[in-house]
């Protein structure tokens, strides 16, 4: 934990390196110190059918999936720094958004 889950609109694997997007949010989660590295995990899933807002506008979405503990300001300083990552690589047409999911430790299983 955390998982970092980037959905994005399959035309943008042509127009941006989704490699590259998903290591700066691994960057990004790494730079705000709430997490150890070696527990950082981000994918990223291209989705080929969507509607956005009755339209066909591509996005970047990130569900940022933690457990219980960080404060508001946290969360919303690790959320800021994925916006900005995003927005630097993507173009001004592309619908951002991204959202922290808290988790309890009693709902998680791993091995």
């Known amino acids: 934990m955390p998982h970092m889950v980037i959905s994005y609109s399959k035309a943008l694997a042509e127009k941006i390196d989704i490699q590259q997007l998903t290591q700066a ?3 990004s989660a ?3 110190g ?12 291209p ?5 956005t807002a009755n339209t066909d506008q591509p996005f970047v ?16 300083g690790m959320l800021s720094g994925y916006f900005d990552v ?5 173009a ?3 619908s951002i ?12 299983l791993k091995r």
Do not use: M
């Not at 991204?98 to 709902?107: F, G, H, P, R, T």
């Open 25 to 27: 949010i691994w960057d």
């Open 30 to 32: 790494d730079k705000t």
């Open 34 to 45: 709430l997490f150890t590295p070696q527990a950082i995990k981000v994918r990223a899933f």
């Open 47 to 51: 989705v080929e059918h969507y509607v």
């Open 61 to 76: 979405h990130v569900d940022a999936k933690l457990f219980e503990g960080r404060t508001v300001e946290q969360k919303q």
């Open 86 to 90: 995003i927005a630097n690589l993507v």
């Open 92 to 94: 001004d047409d592309v």
């Open 97 to 108: 958004s991204v959202e922290a999911i808290e988790l309890a430790k009693s709902n998680y």
